[in-house]
């Protein structure tokens, strides 16, 4: 065991828990954040899960399993966050998605501890543009995993701030040389996410983010599973991706000749199923063109990202590139057209954001024994929050904003709505989050329904709809009937979210488990 980890033990750890990868990161004696090395000696653990007849294993292992036994082998479970549950059945049973990540979670706590010792206190990262539902979902997870969850934090801001302390932003004071604007471009497994900071002394603050939680590396592979797999029904008539195990192989193929392409001109691409075989060869020129429309995409979000910060490339310092799948030459170059700058790759794609959130973890410990904080996160929200209100011209459901996207938070904000008739005795207000002015375009976070209302309560009478939202992005909701004598205050029910039983019961399940059983 490393002695000046081990000197660091009782300390809590920053996790990055990536779509197909996830990385654990602690401070050592003098504050500097390090990755820790898994159980297998890897500094990533792929966020695979088999489930082997009662047996759970994650990681490595989990990865070579889809090429025998795919339909018991979870991927991408982050994906599916805010769902009820995970789309496939695994050892006969349907998990929330939050406890396959919570399973992935028990594998990288029980890993840091032989390392670190014994610790309970992590902060998780999360795409910036992760909506409600899914940040609670990750902090659900964390605690099924037998975590005390700190804090959950923006990826790119994580990002940011390791690349502040690599860069010597902060001095030992936690001040920095310069303002700077810096745009984090972070392109994952299966997130793209792109956020505007500033940095101003000790302070970093999001100026507007934006993204897009369906787009990642991921997508980059299925243009190649579904080249191999065009070409294999040409040939043969049949299709590779219909039967589970040949689909994961074809998958992994796809993705080894993805990453041969960011170092080479060209790959060769081999897929066998039922006694057939095709190996193809392709270029990296082939390969951006059949995937031009995923990097256009990210560029549309880019640009939109600086302009909701109010701001123009000439504004930007530095473009700060994250996320494994940033190192597809594609991507440098088209922000190095786009910026007219050299994109900045100076900070370990894959490491950065766990070292900025073991940086944050830190700062929250510091300040929980009273010190004073190195330096200060301001986030923004990425969604507007609104609750759904009765159009009083077509008498329709809109969405009324209640906190536009990219406040600064924390905020409080509050809306005044009113009963429709004398002597109602309940309301039910329903809490959305998104852009569109339909309800139903945007996603429901749930309702509070205040019951047993005074009675004789005229019509018209007030009804004040308070929001608080925190740092991390996270909400609470209260209600609140004036003048009815006393204020009713009531919590808000979620969708498809789990109770805190169900979570009890989950975490003494989950984190019970061994590393791999
Ligand atoms: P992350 O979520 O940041 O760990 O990124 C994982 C994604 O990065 C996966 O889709 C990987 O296939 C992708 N990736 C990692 N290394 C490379 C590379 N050299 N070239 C292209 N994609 C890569």
Same mark, same amino acid.
């Given at each position: 065991?490393?002695?000046?980890?081990?000197?660091?033990?009782?300390?809590?750890?920053?996790?990055?828990?990536?779509?197909?990868?996830?990385?654990?990161?602690?401070?050592?004696?003098?504050?500097? @954040? %390090?990755?820790?090395?898994?159980?297998?000696?890897?500094?990533?653990?792929?966020?695979?899960?088999?489930?082997?007849?009662?047996?759970?294993?994650?990681?490595?292992?989990?990865?070579?399993?889809?090429?025998?036994?795919?339909?018991? $082998?979870? *991927?991408?479970?982050?994906?599916?966050?805010?769902?009820?549950?995970?789309?496939?059945?695994?050892?006969?049973?349907?998990?929330?998605?939050?406890?396959?990540?919570?399973?992935?979670?028990?594998?990288?706590?029980?890993?840091?501890?032989?390392?670190?010792?014994?610790?309970?206190?992590?902060?998780?990262?999360?795409?910036?543009?992760?909506?409600?539902?899914?940040?609670?979902?990750?902090?659900?997870?964390?605690?099924?995993?037998?975590?005390?969850?700190?804090?959950?934090?923006?990826?790119? !801001?994580?990002?940011?701030?390791?690349?502040?302390?690599?860069?010597?932003?902060?001095?030992?004071?936690?001040?920095?040389?310069?303002?700077?604007?810096?745009?984090?471009?972070?392109?994952?497994?299966?997130?793209?996410? $792109?956020?505007? &900071?500033?940095?101003?002394?000790?302070?970093?603050?999001?100026?507007?983010?934006?993204?897009?939680? &369906?787009?990642?590396?991921?997508?980059?592979?299925?243009?190649?599973?579904?080249?191999?797999?065009?070409?294999?029904?040409?040939?043969?008539?049949?299709?590779?991706?219909?039967?589970?195990?040949?689909?994961?192989?074809?998958?992994?193929?796809?993705?080894?000749?993805?990453? !041969?392409?960011?170092?080479? !001109?060209?790959?060769?691409?081999?897929?066998?199923?039922?006694?057939?075989?095709? %190996?193809?060869?392709?270029?990296?020129?082939?390969?951006?063109? +059949?995937?031009?429309?995923?990097?256009?995409? !990210?560029?549309?979000?880019? /640009?939109?990202?600086?302009?909701?910060?109010?701001?123009?490339?000439?504004?930007?310092?530095? $473009?700060?590139?994250?996320?494994?799948?940033?190192? +597809?030459?594609?991507?440098?170059? +088209?922000?190095?057209?786009?910026?007219?700058?050299?994109?900045?790759?100076?900070?370990? @794609?894959?490491?950065?954001?766990?070292?900025?959130?073991?940086?944050?973890?830190?700062?929250?410990?510091?300040?929980?024994?009273?010190?004073? @904080?190195?330096?200060?996160? /301001?986030?923004?929200?990425?969604?507007?929050?609104?609750?759904?209100?009765?159009?009083?011209?077509?008498? /329709?459901?809109?969405?009324?904003?209640?906190?536009?996207?990219?406040?600064?938070?924390?905020?409080?904000?509050?809306?005044?709505? %009113?009963?429709?008739?004398?002597?109602?005795?309940?309301? %039910?207000?329903?809490?959305?989050?998104?852009?569109? &002015?339909?309800?139903?375009?945007?996603?429901?976070?749930?309702?509070?329904?205040?019951?047993?209302?005074?009675?004789?309560? @005229?019509?018209?009478?007030?009804?004040?709809?308070?929001?608080?939202?925190?740092?991390?992005?996270?909400?609470?909701?209260?209600?609140?009937?004036?003048?009815?004598?006393?204020?009713?205050?009531?919590?808000? &029910?979620? *969708?498809?979210?789990?109770?805190?039983?169900?979570?009890?019961?989950? /975490?003494?399940?989950?984190?019970?488990?061994?590393?791999?059983?």
């Amino acid at each position: 065991m490393n002695e000046q980890l081990r000197a660091g033990a009782k300390q809590a750890v920053g996790i990055d828990l990536g779509t197909t990868f996830s990385v654990v990161a602690c401070l050592d004696d003098l504050g500097r @954040p %390090r990755t820790l090395i898994n159980a297998e000696g890897d500094k990533l653990t792929p966020s695979t899960i088999f489930f082997e007849s009662g047996h759970v294993v994650v990681g490595k292992e989990a990865v070579k399993a889809i090429a025998t036994d795919a339909a018991s $082998v979870a *991927e991408c479970s982050k994906r599916e966050l805010g769902q009820r549950f995970f789309h496939q059945t695994l050892g006969g049973r349907q998990y929330p998605p939050e406890a396959l990540e919570a399973f992935i979670l028990n594998k990288l706590r029980l890993d840091a501890r032989k390392q670190i010792g014994d610790f309970e206190h992590c902060v998780i990262t999360v795409p910036a543009y992760f909506d409600e539902t899914r940040r609670k979902a990750t902090q659900d997870a964390g605690f099924m995993a037998g975590f005390e969850v700190l804090d959950i934090i923006n990826e790119p !801001t994580a990002a940011a701030v390791a690349f502040g302390f690599q860069h010597g932003f902060l001095r030992p004071d936690g001040t920095s040389d310069l303002p700077r604007k810096i745009l984090v471009y972070d392109l994952g497994g299966g997130t793209f996410d $792109v956020t505007v &900071m500033e940095i101003r002394g000790n302070q970093f603050n999001a100026l507007a983010t934006d993204g897009d939680v &369906m787009l990642g590396g991921r997508d980059w592979d299925q243009r190649l599973v579904d080249f191999v797999a065009e070409e294999f029904i040409r040939k043969f008539g049949v299709d590779p991706r219909e039967e589970p195990n040949a689909s994961g192989r074809l998958w992994r193929e796809c993705e080894d000749a993805k990453r !041969t392409l960011s170092a080479r !001109t060209k790959a060769t691409l081999a897929c066998d199923y039922r006694g057939n075989a095709v %190996r193809l060869e392709i270029t990296r020129q082939r390969f951006q063109e +059949m995937t031009q429309d995923l990097l256009d995409r !990210t560029a549309f979000t880019t /640009r939109q990202a600086i302009q909701a910060a109010g701001l123009e490339w000439k504004d930007i310092d530095r $473009v700060l590139l994250i996320g494994g799948s940033s190192r +597809m030459p594609a991507v440098v170059e +088209m922000l190095r057209k786009l910026s007219g700058r050299e994109p900045d790759c100076s900070v370990s @794609p894959d490491e950065a954001v766990a070292h900025g959130a073991a940086l944050h973890a830190g700062i929250i410990l510091a300040r929980n024994r009273g010190e004073t @904080p190195k330096f200060k996160i /301001r986030n923004v929200n990425s969604h507007s929050l609104g609750v759904v209100a009765t159009e009083a011209q077509t008498n /329709r459901p809109r969405n009324a904003i209640v906190i536009p996207r990219n406040t600064p938070l924390p905020v409080n904000a509050r809306r005044v709505f %009113r009963t429709q008739k004398p002597g109602q005795r309940s309301i %039910r207000v329903q809490i959305v989050e998104g852009e569109s &002015m339909s309800p139903d375009d945007c996603s429901q976070l749930g309702k509070c329904t205040v019951r047993d209302l005074p009675p004789n309560l @005229p019509a018209q009478t007030p009804i004040e709809v308070q929001f608080r939202y925190e740092e991390n992005g996270r909400l609470t909701v209260k209600v609140e009937v004036s003048g009815a004598g006393k204020q009713l205050e009531h919590e808000l &029910m979620r *969708e498809n979210s789990l109770t805190p039983e169900q979570l009890r019961s989950w /975490r003494s399940y989950i984190s019970g488990l061994p590393a791999s059983t």
